[in-house]
């Protein structure tokens, strides 16, 4: 996996707020970049989750918003299934979008919410 980062995200720190580390190496990383939208993340999320084909996946949710209310959004979902994480400052879509795959393996596929 190449860990290439701009200068800008590097003084960021990001932070798992909620999940497990996995005891599996995923085949599919399946990354969910959010700013400012968690009416639409639920549904991202489980969308995610039916996921079949690509089996064992690991979701993973980059909050660019620091939003305290996502732990509303995420707390109903196993946390074995998926992992957020959140930017100690706003990375921009493209900083937030590379943190997301800096996170994943190296097969991986970006669902927007």
Same mark, same amino acid.
Not at 35 to 64: F, T, W
């Given at each position: 996996?190449?860990?290439?980062?701009?200068?800008?995200?590097?003084?960021?720190?990001?932070?798992? /707020?909620?999940?497990?580390?996995?005891? &599996?190496? !995923?085949?599919?990383?399946?990354?969910?970049?959010?700013?400012?939208? $968690?009416? =639409?993340?639920?549904?991202?999320?489980?969308?995610?989750?039916?996921?079949?084909?690509?089996?064992?996946?690991?979701?993973?949710?980059?909050?660019?918003?620091?939003?305290?209310? /996502?732990?509303?959004?995420?707390?109903? &979902?196993? !946390?074995?299934?998926?992992?957020?994480?959140?930017?100690?400052?706003? $990375?921009? =879509?493209?900083?937030?979008?590379?943190?997301?795959?800096?996170?994943?393996?190296?097969?991986?596929?970006?669902?927007?919410?």
């Amino acid at each position: 996996m190449d860990n290439r980062q701009s200068d800008f995200s590097q003084s960021s720190k990001t932070k798992l /707020i909620y999940g497990k580390p996995l005891t &599996f190496t !995923p085949l599919v990383s399946i990354a969910i970049p959010t700013y400012k939208r $968690l009416h =639409l993340l639920r549904e991202a999320i489980e969308s995610a989750l039916s996921q079949r084909g690509c089996s064992p996946y690991e979701v993973i949710v980059l909050d660019n918003d620091q939003s305290p209310n /996502i732990l509303d959004v995420v707390n109903s &979902f196993d !946390p074995s299934k998926i992992a957020v994480y959140q930017n100690s400052t706003n $990375l921009g =879509l493209w900083g937030n979008m590379n943190r997301a795959l800096d996170r994943s393996e190296e097969h991986t596929s970006e669902l927007q919410s």
